[in-house]
């Protein structure tokens, strides 16, 4: 059984850093395309960053270039998105997912993704 699970949330003020974290288990590490969604109240699930095996990102369709980098520890089956400069807009709970990289790996952003995690709330105040 594959299972993902984010943990690093929490509240920070405008301007904060966090780093969230995802591990995965149950699948080869390297064979996964695991990326970082989010969604806020009333809106719909956004992708933030993608990563590879080999270490290729993919940008979607959020914003964050220079402020959010993701990376991965294959040692720890850890994927993580370090979170800089955060802003009230980025208030929402962050899910990471997996999709097998001979599958959509992380071609489709969040509708080509098969294993999530249940998310992590980041709240920014102002």
């Known amino acids: 059984e594959v299972q993902v699970v984010e943990s690093g949330g929490g509240s920070v003020q405008d301007g904060g850093s966090l780093r969230l974290s995802c591990s995965v288990s149950?699948?080869?590490?390297?064979?996964?395309?695991i990326g970082w969604f989010r969604q806020a109240p009333g809106k719909e699930r956004e992708g933030i960053l993608c990563i590879t095996g080999s270490n290729d990102v993919t940008r979607y369709t959020v914003p964050v270039k220079g402020r959010f980098t993701i990376s991965r520890d294959k040692a720890e089956n850890t994927v993580y998105l370090q979170m800089n400069r955060l802003n009230p807009k980025d208030t929402a709970t962050y899910y990471c997912a997996a999709a097998p990289v001979w599958k959509m790996g992380c071609r489709d952003n969040h509708y080509g993704m098969e294993f999530w995690g249940k998310g992590t709330l980041v709240t920014v105040s102002s």
């Open positions: 149950g699948f080869p590490f390297d064979d996964l395309g």
